[in-house]
């Protein structure tokens, strides 16, 4: 079966880093997406892995290793406007038509 | 642009009524995909498209129908709606090509069946 697994709620203060993990088990694999929610908004696109590496984006890194099939966000500097929800989507496919297999999300809890 | 807007933003449906939820995107994005989101879960996809006149069943279709006759629109469809369909959908968009890294999201249906 496929699944991602990602912890369900993370807490953090302000200023700090925190590190979100995602592990998944596909039945393909071509790239992991981070996406982040806002409560009642929408997913915006936050970073994409295809190779095994960092990808630094500001304050937000995203990392991969294939060969574990692990990812996880990076977020530093942890600013209030942080707090939401964080999803991890795995891409099974490498031609143009794929889709994405999504985490549950991990909700971030930023404390003063 | 507007980028992907949804309508209504809100609705409340009685069991067995029917409805039409709109999306329409301005960015000229071959791709639009339909997915519904219940409560502390992650997103499930119901039916995608990969240009006009072409659609196709995602993981969760039962219930549920899609058309798409022109690239900018790509509504969805609910015919005798269940409470099982109370959740929140949203509806995206992205351009062709296999390095298009991300998808753009509307702002989603709230829909309530009672």
């Known amino acids: 079966g496929q699944s991602l697994e990602q912890p369900s709620e993370v807490t953090a203060v302000e200023g700090a880093i925190v590190q979100i993990n995602c592990t998944y088990q596909t039945s393909g694999f071509y790239g992991l997406s981070w996406y982040q929610q806002h409560d009642g908004g929408a997913p915006t696109f936050l970073s994409y892995?295809?190779l095994d590496g960092l990808e630094e984006t500001g304050r937000f890194s995203s990392f991969l290793s294939r060969s574990d099939s692990y990812g996880y966000l990076l977020l530093q500097e942890l600013q209030m406007k942080d707090s939401a929800s964080y999803f991890c989507?795995?891409?099974?496919?490498?031609?143009?038509?794929?889709?994405?297999?999504w985490g549950a999300g991990t909700k971030l809890i930023i404390k003063p | 642009n507007a980028g992907v807007t949804q309508t209504p933003k809100f609705r409340i449906l009685k069991i067995g009524q029917s409805m039409t939820l709109q999306c329409t995107q301005d960015?000229?994005?071959?791709?639009m995909y339909w997915y519904r989101q219940d409560p502390g879960m992650g997103l499930k996809l119901i039916y995608y498209s990969v240009g006009a006149g072409i659609t196709d069943k995602g993981e969760v279709p039962n219930g549920y129908n899609v058309s798409r006759s022109t690239t900018e629109d790509f509504p969805l469809r609910l015919e005798l709606a269940a409470p099982s369909q109370t959740s929140v959908y949203f509806c995206a968009s992205r351009p062709l090509g296999a390095g298009a890294k991300g998808q753009f999201f509307g702002p989603g249906t709230r829909l309530t069946v009672l």
């Open positions: 989507a795995v891409r099974e496919r490498g031609d143009s038509n794929y889709q994405l297999i």
């Open positions: 892995n295809a």
């Open positions: 960015m000229n994005h071959n791709y």
